[in-house]
């Protein structure tokens, strides 16, 4: 069982910068791949971005490219999301989840951990 905590959510004027972390407790991640997700309210939950166990491959959301980016270090069990040129429309609760295979995947069916989330909110 892997739980996930996400951190680095918060309060952010439109154009600035957040970097959000994901660490995993229980058990390491040991050949997981990670994604971001995110459910703005009255929304559905849509892919970010995602990440491979080693780090190679790397999926990103056409909403967010060039803006977000992914990373991890597996030695510290932790996944981040750095996220610049952050807009209004980037406000959301964000989720981090792993799945128990080492490929990315931007289908939130494939993933088997969700944390709990941490709130973005971008003001104009």
């Known amino acids: 069982q892997v739980q996930l905590v996400e951190s680095g959510g918060g309060l952010v004027q439109a154009g600035g910068s957040l970097r959000l972390s994901c660490v995993a407790s229980?058990?390491?991640?040991?050949?997981?791949?990670v994604g971001w997700f995110r459910q703005a309210p009255g929304k559905e939950r849509e892919f970010v971005t995602a990440i491979s166990w080693t780090g190679k491959i790397q999926y990103v959301a056409d909403s967010v490219k060039g803006r977000f980016t992914i990373s991890r270090d597996n030695a510290k069990n932790t996944v981040y999301l750095q996220m610049n040129s952050l807009k209004p429309e980037d406000t959301a609760l964000y989720y981090c989840?792993?799945?128990?295979?080492?490929?990315?995947?931007?289908?939130?069916?494939?993933?088997?951990?969700w944390g709990q989330g941490t709130q973005v909110t971008v003001s104009s």
């Open positions: 989840a792993a799945r128990i295979r080492p490929s990315a995947s931007d289908y939130g069916r494939d993933y088997d951990y």
């Open positions: 229980g058990r390491t991640f040991n050949g997981n791949a």
